[in-house]
Every structure is written in C-alpha cells, then in structure tokens.
C-alpha cells in the first residue's frame, strides 16, 4: 500500500486543521494556511494535477478529500482520551 508523507509532517499538519477548526476558521481559509505552510497535497490530488490545498478546495471532485482529511484531524486532536 501507499504510505503517507512523513509520519511528523502529517501530524503537523493535522494539527494545524485541528486548531484551526477549534477556533472556527472557514475550511477555505485553513487551505490557504497549510499552503502558507507549505503542507504538500496528499500523493493522490498530487497525481491528479491538484498542486495546492485551495487548489483541492476549489475542485469539486476533490472537496470531498479535504474534508474527510479535516474530520480526520479534527477527530485525532478532539478525541478524550
């Protein structure tokens, strides 16, 4: 199978949608900031000609991905435990 990215930068990255989603920062704009940070898009939209978050955001096939990506997140760094 397919490994992700790096095991830390995933971790930052899921951080950073966390955090962003606590506080209610609009989903657009939490793309802007991982593109910001320069957070590379998964291996998939990067095969698919995706090169940017915003990128995901605005494509409608690939919206879906990114909001699976930040319920993923916001779960990992929300759930008690």
């Known amino acids: 199978g397919r490994r992700p990215r790096g095991d830390q930068e995933i971790h930052e990255r899921d951080q950073l949608i966390a955090e962003q989603l606590i506080k209610g920062t609009p989903r657009e704009q939490i793309c802007e900031l991982l593109?910001?940070?320069?957070?590379?898009?998964?291996?998939?939209?990067?095969?698919?000609?995706?090169?940017?978050?915003?990128a995901a955001w605005d494509d409608s096939d690939f919206r879906k991905d990114v909001q699976s990506i930040f319920s993923k997140?916001?779960?990992?760094?929300?759930?008690s435990g």
């Open 35 to 54: 593109d910001q940070h320069r957070f590379p898009v998964t291996l998939n939209m990067e095969e698919n000609g995706i090169p940017t978050w915003k």
């Open 73 to 79: 997140a916001q779960r990992r760094f929300t759930a």
